[in-house]
């Protein structure tokens, strides 16, 4: 037999046993069926011409089906990671206790005055329960609720990056966009998550504490239970909103820093600091475009008729601050260089 043909049969041997993959340094390992990727055939010149030619869009079709699922997938893993972590879970609880504490301080309060020692406060609860809600809106609005959302917003990017697991998460197909997107719509689910806590709580405990019926709004006319909760609703949607245009504020300080508490406490700053520009009168003139000033009038759903004209402005401004930090998270993430 010759050499050649002896080559030739060693080498069968070797493919039907097994090749033995050498690289420098290391021990040779077995390479099976179970060890080489597998891939899919690819498709013959004709099928992809027929392809094309009945359908057109078949192939790009499902490719944006394979994308979306993916989208969503995602969201759903940042959900359930958000609304499983202990700290979130504190901050909801605290949020849902502040109200009972409320609701109880007023009932002692109107229990032991009488009835022209009453505030119009205090006045309001003893005949509408639902006022409570309202109440409790107007407390928290302006600090509490805006620290919650600031954690979950300003954790978004600085925290990835911070634990060094932004890398990881840009390495899989997901894409800068899609990323960013779905950390944004995590933190406005949490925001109304944390809307929500609070006017449940608060509603049942101005019904456990304080008759229920008729509302009296602030305009002095009065309206039934039903249209009162829908008036809750309504409030629901818009401090909800006003949760959503701060988180793609904190998002944005977010992208800048690999600190989660530097982006979280930057948030807080802006807000104290637009609290201090709007007590003072001088400043009156640039009062209207900050974002706190919008956050109370919420009470337009408590006039009579509903204050849509306050509500609509308060929504366009909402809107005005989730485009305009939107755009800065984007620019700043998309040309971000990731290192860690």
């Given at each position: 037999?010759?050499?050649?043909?002896?080559?030739?049969?060693?080498?069968?041997?070797?493919?039907?046993?097994g090749?033995?993959?050498?690289?420098?340094?290391?021990?040779?390992v077995?390479?099976?069926?179970?060890?080489?990727?597998?891939?899919?055939?690819e498709?013959?010149?004709?099928?992809?011409?027929?392809?094309?030619?009945?359908?057109?869009?078949?192939?790009?079709?499902?490719?944006?089906?394979?994308?979306?699922?993916?989208?969503?997938r995602?969201?759903?893993?940042?959900?359930?990671?958000?609304?499983?972590?202990p700290?979130?879970?504190?901050?909801?609880?605290?949020?849902?206790?502040?109200?009972?504490?409320?609701?109880?301080?007023?009932?002692?309060?109107?229990?032991?005055?009488?009835?022209?020692?009453?505030?119009?406060?205090?006045?309001?609860?003893?005949?509408?329960?639902?006022?409570?809600?309202?109440?409790?809106?107007?407390?928290?609005?302006?600090?509490?609720?805006?620290?919650?959302?600031?954690?979950?917003?300003?954790?978004?990017?600085?925290?990835?990056?911070?634990?060094g697991?932004?890398?990881?998460?840009?390495?899989?197909?997901?894409?800068?966009?899609?990323?960013?997107?779905v950390?944004?719509?995590?933190a406005?689910?949490?925001?109304?998550?944390v809307?929500?806590?609070?006017?449940?709580?608060?509603?049942?405990?101005?019904?456990?504490?304080?008759?229920?019926?008729?509302?009296?709004?602030?305009?002095?006319?009065?309206?039934?239970?039903?249209e009162?909760?829908?008036?809750?609703?309504?409030?629901?949607?818009?401090?909800?909103?006003?949760?959503?245009?701060?988180?793609?504020?904190?998002?944005?300080?977010?992208?800048?820093?690999?600190?989660?508490?530097g982006?979280i406490?930057?948030t807080?700053?802006?807000?104290?600091?637009?609290q201090?520009?709007?007590?003072?009168?001088?400043?009156?003139?640039?009062?209207?475009?900050?974002?706190?000033?919008?956050?109370?009038?919420?009470?337009?759903?408590?006039r009579?008729?509903?204050?849509?004209?306050?509500?609509?402005?308060?929504?366009l401004?909402?809107?005005?601050?989730?485009?305009?930090?939107?755009?800065?998270?984007?620019?700043?993430?998309?040309g971000?260089?990731i290192?860690?």
């Amino acid at each position: 037999m010759s050499t050649a043909e002896t080559r030739t049969q060693a080498g069968a041997g070797a493919a039907a046993a097994g090749q033995l993959r050498r690289m420098p340094g290391l021990v040779p390992v077995t390479e099976t069926l179970r060890t080489v990727e597998r891939r899919a055939p690819e498709p013959l010149a004709g099928d992809a011409g027929e392809d094309a030619g009945a359908g057109g869009f078949t192939g790009g079709d499902a490719a944006g089906g394979l994308r979306m699922g993916a989208f969503w997938r995602l969201l759903g893993s940042e959900l359930a990671l958000t609304f499983r972590r202990p700290r979130n879970m504190a901050l909801l609880a605290v949020l849902g206790v502040v109200p009972v504490i409320l609701g109880i301080g007023l009932r002692l309060a109107s229990s032991t005055a009488g009835d022209g020692e009453m505030g119009g406060v205090v006045q309001n609860l003893a005949g509408n329960s639902l006022m409570l809600t309202f109440l409790s809106f107007s407390f928290l609005v302006l600090l509490l609720m805006p620290v919650a959302v600031s954690v979950v917003a300003g954790d978004a990017i600085a925290g990835e990056a911070g634990g060094g697991t932004l890398r990881y998460l840009l390495a899989a197909p997901a894409g800068r966009g899609r990323l960013l997107a779905v950390k944004y719509l995590n933190a406005v689910v949490f925001g109304y998550a944390v809307t929500a806590v609070v006017a449940v709580t608060a509603l049942l405990t101005g019904l456990a504490l304080f008759p229920g019926g008729s509302v009296t709004l602030l305009s002095g006319t009065t309206i039934t239970m039903g249209e009162g909760l829908l008036r809750i609703l309504l409030a629901v949607g818009y401090v909800g909103a006003a949760m959503a245009a701060l988180a793609a504020v904190a998002l944005a300080l977010s992208t800048f820093t690999e600190v989660a508490i530097g982006a979280i406490a930057g948030t807080l700053v802006l807000l104290v600091v637009c609290q201090v520009v709007r007590a003072v009168p001088a400043l009156d003139p640039i009062t209207p475009y900050l974002l706190p000033t919008r956050f109370t009038d919420f009470d337009g759903v408590l006039r009579d008729p509903v204050d849509y004209a306050a509500l609509r402005d308060g929504l366009l401004a909402f809107a005005a601050y989730i485009a305009l930090f939107g755009s800065i998270a984007w620019a700043r993430f998309s040309g971000k260089d990731i290192t860690s």
